[in-house]
């Protein structure tokens, strides 16, 4: 923590002393779009992005932490502005101040940029006493947040920590081909929430059992849509596969900065939902951790042709079946895909609406060149649920209970707003 106080106490200084305006935005803050406060907040996602797409951990979750930490920290600053200051230059200083500092502690490699971003974005705010207070917030804000979280569980080498997979037997859980790697992301469900009272808070009831109706039209679904080789499927559904293959963090950031965008509320208000968007995401797959876990639910591939029958006659065993999709190495119940979704869903729909009020365009790391346009937020939850069906690596049984899980958990975390924001 030294080498960070030392870089932010320059950039305080700097804070204090006048700064000439560049015109444009440095480093990796680019907020050229926007006017106002508005573009205070579109820069600092962008440069949050921009760190955190440079410097990735090998996990989701993680990532998923360094946005919480960082905007939650922020959160907390710009909540109450001192007497008898600007709250429009207080506000916007805490936040680089926050967010800057945050990042500087957990995206190390980015601290160049980084410093250029806070210069750029402390040369708009005017100097002065709401500055200095600003600065001030946001750093004591960030420092107590890393503090709190530290020890966490949300380190990959924690999230990926080693399992056991039990013997093979109808419906368990078995590592999956090619690969039959690890299990991964086990240790996620042992971390600790930021709004959750525990990890099994809200455990799903268990998925359909062997032999059950609702089991039986699970695995004919995926047989029939998710292979390599199905003719079933069609080329629209194959896209929307492909499109929504890559990883639900990275797909929905740019469905939270199109709801910035088009964000009418104050600098605290699109502050807060940043924060909380990714507060959820994180509690969220912890508990999807804690249901994958606790239920060990095979996956397609392993029903349907592996080396263990399920014992029923209805349902078809085919040694020669391949998904379209590589199957993740862990539990399929529920979908981890669909936690993102359903918790992203909530909320968004809860502190923004059902949609962002225009049109919005999002890209897919694995479908390049490609774009999908929506208006409102459940039509991405819906295709997303579908995607993993038709990738041939879920059943829909945990699509859905993956949706209904991060609602829950995304409600709930909405509920202690006022706890996490204080």
């Keep these: 923590?030294?080498?960070?106080?030392?870089?932010?106490?320059?950039?305080?200084?700097?804070?204090?002393?006048?700064?000439?305006?560049?015109?444009?935005?440095?480093?990796i803050a680019a907020p050229a779009a926007a006017h106002g406060h508005g573009a205070a907040v579109l820069g600092?996602?962008?440069?949050?992005?921009?760190?955190?797409?440079?410097?990735?951990?090998?996990?989701?979750?993680?990532?998923?932490?360094t946005w919480a930490i960082a905007w939650l920290a922020a959160a907390r600053a710009v909540r109450r502005v001192p007497h008898g200051?600007?709250?429009?230059?207080?506000?916007?200083?805490?936040?680089?101040?926050?967010?800057?500092?945050a990042l500087y502690a957990l995206a190390p490699t980015q601290q160049a940029a980084l410093d250029d971003a806070l210069e750029a974005a402390l040369a708009r705010v005017p100097d002065?006493?709401?500055?200095?207070?600003?600065?001030?917030?946001?750093?004591?804000?960030?420092?107590?947040?890393?503090?709190?979280?530290?020890?966490?569980?949300?380190d990959p080498a924690s999230v990926n920590a080693p399992f056991t997979p039990p013997a093979a037997a109808p419906g368990v859980w078995q590592p999956t081909p090619p690969a039959f790697g690890p299990a991964a992301q086990a240790g996620t469900r042992f971390a600790v929430p930021f709004a959750l009272d525990s990890a099994d808070q809200f455990r799903l009831d268990a998925p359909p059992a062997l032999g059950t109706p609702q089991y039986r039209a699970d695995l004919d679904e995926v047989y029939a849509y998710g292979g390599l080789n199905s003719t079933a499927r069609t080329q629209a559904q194959t896209?929307?596969?492909?499109?929504?293959?890559?990883?639900?963090?990275?797909?929905?950031?740019?469905?939270?900065?199109?709801?910035?965008?088009?964000?009418?509320?104050?600098?605290r208000e699109q502050v807060e939902l940043v924060a909380l968007f990714h507060v959820a995401s994180v509690d969220t797959q912890i508990a999807t951790s804690d249901s994958k876990y606790a239920h060990?639910?095979?996956?397609?591939?392993t029903a349907i042709a592996?080396?263990?029958?399920?014992?029923d006659p209805a349902t078809v065993q085919d040694p020669s079946w391949t998904p379209l999709h590589t199957t993740p190495s862990h539990p399929d119940y529920p979908s981890?895909?669909?936690?993102?979704?359903?918790?992203?869903?909530?909320?968004?729909?809860?502190?923004?609406g059902d949609g962002p009020g225009a049109a919005f365009t999002i890209p897919s790391p694995t479908a390049p060149g490609v774009t999908r346009t929506y208006t409102t937020w459940h039509p991405l939850t819906t295709e997303n649920t579908d995607a993993r069906v038709w990738s041939g690596i879920h059943s829909r049984s945990a699509d859905l209970a993956g949706v209904e899980l991060s609602r829950n958990v995304a409600a709930f975390v909405l509920t202690r707003a006022g706890d996490l924001l204080a």
Excluded at 85 to 101: D, I, K, S, T
Excluded at 296 to 301: M, S
Excluded at 306 to 311: F, K, M, S, W
């Design 1 to 27: 923590m030294s080498s960070t106080r030392t870089s932010i106490s320059r950039r305080a200084v700097l804070a204090a002393a006048p700064i000439a305006a560049t015109g444009a935005a440095i480093g």
């Design 336 to 352: 981890g895909h669909n936690t993102y979704s359903g918790s992203a869903e909530e909320v968004l729909t809860q502190l923004v």
């Design 296 to 301: 060990l639910w095979w996956r397609p591939v």
């Design 85 to 101: 200051v600007n709250a429009g230059h207080y506000r916007e200083a805490a936040l680089a101040a926050a967010v800057h500092r």
């Design 44 to 65: 600092w996602f962008d440069a949050t992005d921009a760190a955190v797409t440079a410097a990735p951990a090998a996990t989701q979750v993680t990532n998923s932490r």
């Design 239 to 267: 896209d929307t596969a492909q499109f929504w293959l890559g990883s639900s963090f990275t797909l929905y950031n740019p469905v939270l900065r199109a709801a910035l965008e088009h964000h009418s509320g104050s600098l």
């Design 128 to 154: 002065g006493r709401a500055k200095r207070k600003g600065v001030a917030a946001g750093v004591e804000r960030a420092d107590d947040l890393l503090e709190e979280r530290a020890g966490d569980g949300l």
């Design 306 to 311: 592996g080396a263990v029958e399920d014992g």
